[in-house]
């Protein structure tokens, strides 16, 4: 299977903090693969390189390899606000701009890369609002301001704000864990429906959304990849023994 | 003390709901198959009851089963560890219903009389109760180490029931009046053969519930 983002003996750094040891991943094109393990693990120190938003950290580095289809992220000629338009990110906490209104959150960053033809950003909310399964539920509403509507709703208009600027790859740290399970299953369902287009990749402390979303499961522990497979594989008959303890309730 | 100790409680419970199951087979087995040999309507009555107590058993282990998902999401070994628990008790519902029919054999039966003293349903009986025996305790001990016997005791379960279908065939063609006495024990040796058949895949079923490989025995 086609890898799109690699990662080679990928270490970070929070100053003395060795937050991610030595991480070989491959994570496949146009398949949706959760990253699982326990609070402190680095599985979101993990995804935050591989848009380079660990080095905005204070007193952060990273060594090793990030390849996005084939290409190191951190080489000496690449611009990482390139990398970051190629490989969007979705946070826990739904955080729509809240002096915009929806249709400004949705092309937001359209806007910031110095777009003003109303045309492609009308053409971009109705698109990006669409991917995101939230035009339904807005389309008549596009001034109200992003942050009127429902904590589901902010974080599809934020998946929808990402998505504008037509990433390849969408990271999600832990997108679902402030929403209640009828926004958590919309969300689900919205990521089954945008893999066929985007890699997605996303981090939850709750195994069952891993189990029911994720095509691939990475276990993390203690900053390093314990193992990685088939959601299926891990869910039934994972290698490691300390996977089985993890996912099983067995830790400590 | 385990994290999962409500997981762990309704498991110990659950074996030994399990273990009431096992009992009860291999008491439906030994009566139907003495009931037969004797020609004893007797006991009859005893293996129909047994059969239904274990279909109860059957019913209230699939409930606590379901309940143990919906409640506790188990995965990995505690999910196969589940879904074992789901298949064998089947296997021993369908156990006793065979230990039944046997018995109802012997209610058609008993007002004939045998062609010569039984050996080789005995025999194979005790080799049908001997795999029920390894299977229910490499499944309560988690242990794959008895299902080799049981594989290789399905093996000579087979052979014999060759055996007994040539030679009653044999005792058929000769006397048309052996007929009747004949299917009987045509029909037992099928039972038993099946018996065995369903002890051999809870033997599968454990090895796959301890190391997560699916094994067929051919």
Same mark, same amino acid.
């Given at each position: 299977?086609?890898?799109?983002?690699?990662?080679?003996?990928?270490?970070?750094?929070?100053?003395?903090?060795?937050?991610?040891?030595?991480?070989?991943?491959?994570?496949?094109?146009?398949?949706?693969?959760?990253?699982?393990?326990?609070?402190?693990?680095?599985?979101?120190?993990?995804?935050?390189?591989?848009?380079?938003?660990?080095?905005?950290?204070?007193?952060?580095?990273?060594?090793?390899?990030?390849?996005?289809?084939?290409?190191?992220?951190?080489?000496?000629?690449?611009?990482?606000?390139?990398?970051?338009?190629?490989?969007?990110?979705?946070?826990?906490?739904?955080?729509?701009?809240?002096?915009?209104?929806?249709?400004?959150?949705?092309?937001?960053?359209?806007?910031?890369?110095?777009?003003?033809?109303?045309?492609?950003?009308?053409?971009?909310?109705?698109?990006?609002?669409?991917?995101?399964?939230?035009?339904?539920?807005?389309?008549?509403?596009?001034?109200?301001?992003?942050?009127?509507?429902?904590?589901?709703?902010?974080?599809?208009?934020?998946?929808?704000?990402?998505?504008?600027?037509?990433?390849?790859?969408?990271?999600?740290?832990?997108?679902?864990?402030?929403?209640?399970?009828?926004?958590?299953?919309?969300?689900?369902?919205?990521?089954?429906?945008?893999?066929?287009?985007?890699?997605?990749?996303?981090?939850?402390?709750?195994?069952?959304?891993?189990?029911?979303?994720?095509?691939?499961?990475?276990?993390?522990?203690?900053?390093?990849?314990?193992?990685?497979?088939?959601?299926?594989?891990?869910?039934?008959?994972?290698?490691?023994?300390?996977?089985?303890?993890?996912?099983?309730?067995?830790?400590? | 003390?385990?994290?999962?100790?409500?997981? !762990?409680?309704?498991?110990? #419970? @659950?074996?030994? $709901?399990?273990?009431?199951?096992? *009992?009860?087979?291999? &008491?439906? /087995?030994? =009566?139907?198959?003495?009931?037969?040999?004797?020609?004893?309507?007797?006991?009859?009555?005893?293996? !129909?009851?047994?059969?239904? #107590? @274990?279909?109860? $058993?059957?019913?209230?282990?699939? *409930?606590?089963?379901? &309940?143990? /998902?919906? =409640?506790?999401?188990?995965?990995?070994?505690?999910?196969?560890?589940?879904?074992?628990?789901?298949?064998?008790?089947?296997?021993?519902?369908?156990?006793?219903?065979?230990?039944?029919?046997?018995?109802?054999?012997?209610?058609?039966?008993?007002?004939?009389?045998?062609?010569?003293?039984?050996?080789?349903?005995?025999?194979?009986?005790?080799?049908?109760?001997?795999?029920?025996?390894?299977?229910?305790?490499?499944?309560?001990?988690?242990?794959?180490?008895?299902?080799?016997?049981?594989?290789?005791?399905?093996?000579?379960?087979?052979?014999?029931?060759?055996?007994?279908?040539?030679?009653?065939?044999?005792?058929?063609?000769?006397?048309?009046?052996?007929?009747?006495?004949?299917?009987?024990?045509?029909?037992?040796?099928?039972?038993?053969?099946?018996?065995?058949?369903?002890?051999?895949?809870?033997?599968?079923?454990?090895?796959?519930?301890?190391?997560?490989?699916?094994?067929?025995?051919?």
């Amino acid at each position: 299977m086609e890898a799109k983002i690699v990662t080679e003996d990928l270490n970070a750094h929070f100053g003395d903090v060795h937050a991610v040891r030595g991480v070989n991943l491959s994570i496949p094109k146009n398949r949706i693969t959760a990253i699982i393990g326990p609070s402190g693990c680095g599985k979101s120190t993990l995804i935050r390189c591989m848009n380079r938003m660990h080095e905005v950290v204070r007193g952060a580095r990273v060594t090793g390899k990030v390849l996005l289809d084939g290409k190191n992220i951190y080489g000496p000629d690449i611009d990482p606000v390139m990398i970051r338009t190629k490989v969007g990110m979705v946070f826990q906490k739904p955080n729509p701009f809240p002096t915009m209104s929806i249709y400004d959150n949705a092309v937001a960053g359209l806007r910031l890369n110095g777009e003003k033809d109303w045309k492609i950003l009308d053409e971009t909310a109705e698109r990006s609002l669409k991917l995101a399964a939230l035009w339904d539920e807005v389309k008549g509403n596009l001034d109200a301001s992003g942050v009127s509507i429902s904590g589901g709703q902010q974080q599809r208009l934020c998946i929808a704000r990402a998505l504008a600027v037509q990433p390849e790859v969408l990271l999600l740290d832990e997108p679902c864990s402030a929403l209640d399970p009828i926004a958590t299953a919309k969300i689900e369902d919205l990521l089954f429906d945008l893999k066929s287009q985007f890699t997605i990749v996303i981090v939850t402390h709750n195994m069952q959304q891993a189990a029911r979303v994720a095509d691939f499961t990475a276990f993390m522990y203690l900053g390093e990849l314990i193992e990685f497979g088939d959601t299926k594989v891990i869910f039934e008959n994972p290698v490691k023994e300390l996977t089985e303890k993890y996912i099983t309730g067995r830790f400590g | 003390m385990s994290p999962r100790k409500a997981y !762990e409680t309704e498991l110990v #419970e @659950l074996d030994n $709901l399990v273990a009431a199951m096992a *009992k009860k087979t291999r &008491e439906a /087995i030994e =009566l139907a198959v003495t009931s037969f040999e004797k020609l004893d309507v007797g006991m009859v009555k005893r293996v !129909e009851e047994l059969d239904e #107590e @274990l279909y109860m $058993l059957n019913n209230d282990i699939e *409930k606590r089963c379901l &309940e143990v /998902i919906a =409640l506790q999401s188990p995965v990995a070994k505690d999910l196969r560890t589940i879904g074992t628990y789901l298949k064998v008790i089947t296997d021993f519902d369908r156990i006793g219903r065979y230990a039944r029919d046997i018995a109802e054999v012997t209610a058609h039966t008993y007002t004939m009389a045998h062609i010569k003293p039984l050996v080789s349903i005995p025999h194979m009986a005790e080799m049908a109760e001997h795999m029920v025996d390894l299977s229910v305790k490499a499944f309560l001990e988690r242990d794959t180490g008895p299902t080799k016997e049981v594989f290789e005791l399905e093996d000579k379960v087979d052979s014999l029931y060759d055996e007994i279908f040539r030679e009653v065939i044999t005792y058929m063609m000769e006397d048309s009046k052996k007929i009747g006495i004949g299917i009987n024990y045509m029909l037992v040796a099928r039972y038993l053969e099946r018996i065995a058949d369903h002890a051999c895949n809870i033997g599968e079923r454990v090895i796959y519930m301890v190391t997560g490989e699916r094994v067929i025995k051919e």
